[in-house]
């Protein structure tokens, strides 16, 4: 099974991308299935909201994952309500609303994808590595692909995860930085890692964001309101070959594409 996961779709220039590209990426490629982050595909670079992730879904993701954007649309309730594939961090205390994995048929097969978040840097939320390790005991019973999309900040937090599950899961990539790692590779007993996947969207930019804005942000400490950037953009992600059998990664190669080679 090829699976692409998508580094962080941000606003328009983001959506825009999968909108005009991902389809002909995903047959290029042979994609079986394509995974995500849209916790940044809203307009504004901040959340989803229902038509921005129907549009995701209409032009080809699969399954959806988010972080600490999660609760920034309100739309978000409605898509856990209706049931879409989307999912947010496993680590969100009892009760939240939404699932923190979602297991999705492709091709006669069936796959797990499991969303969870860092705690350095990012909200203190449940032990990340407690909460994978109970949405793995549901998933397994079910399938031996499984997919873990760990959004986090800290490079430590994000290996000590892949080191964690080497062996456990199909494969575990970083989101969050909007920076790709080029530190891919498969862990000793067959686990696909890499730090992170990158960010979909504008390629100008501070991770996104209007360099004006942050350059003048870090010069004068004073607090900027953020501003999706425009112009030309960029296509991240991470194309991961896995094993239908045996649930092992036999291959993760990046996925770099911006205007110039679309």
């Avoid at 209706?82 to 939404?98: C, K, L, Q, V």
């Avoid at 006669?108 to 005991?137: Q, S, T």
């Avoid at 575990?172 to 920076?179: E, F, I, L």
């Avoid at 890692?193 to 003048?216: C, F, N, Q």
Wanted: glycine fraction near 10%; charge should be negative.
């Amino acid at each position: 099974m090829k699976v692409l996961a998508v580094g962080d779709i941000v606003g328009n220039p983001g959506y825009e991308i999968i909108k005009d590209y991902l389809a002909g990426i995903k047959k290029e490629l042979g994609i079986d299935l394509c995974i995500a982050n849209g916790e940044n595909a809203a307009a504004s670079g901040n959340g989803i909201t229902r038509a921005i992730a129907h549009g995701l879904f209409d032009n080809g993701v699969d399954v959806i994952t988010m972080g600490n954007h999660v609760w920034n649309k309100r739309d978000i309730f409605r898509l856990f309500s209706d049931g879409e594939s989307i999912i947010r961090p496993a680590n969100y205390p009892a009760g939240t609303p939404g699932s923190g994995h979602v297991i999705v048929g492709i091709n006669g097969k069936k796959a797990a994808v499991i969303n969870v978040m860092g705690r350095v840097y990012l909200d203190d939320l449940d032990c990340p590595f407690r909460a994978v390790d109970e949405e793995i005991k549901i998933v397994s019973k079910i399938t031996n692909i499984i997919i873990v999309d760990f959004h986090a900040e800290a490079t430590s937090e994000k290996l000590a995860m892949g080191w964690y599950l080497d062996g456990k899961v199909s494969a575990v990539y970083g989101t969050h930085t909007h920076v790709q790692t080029a530190d891919e590779r498969i862990l000793p007993k067959g686990t696909a890692y890499i730090t992170d996947i990158g960010m979909t969207g504008p390629y100008d930019s501070i991770l996104g964001v209007k360099k004006e804005i942050i350059i003048d942000r870090f010069i004068t400490h004073m607090p900027q309101k953020f501003e999706v950037a425009e112009g030309s953009a960029q296509f991240n992600g991470v194309v991961i070959d896995i094993d239908e059998t045996t649930g092992k990664a036999n291959s993760i190669h990046r996925v770099i594409l911006n205007n110039k080679n679309f």
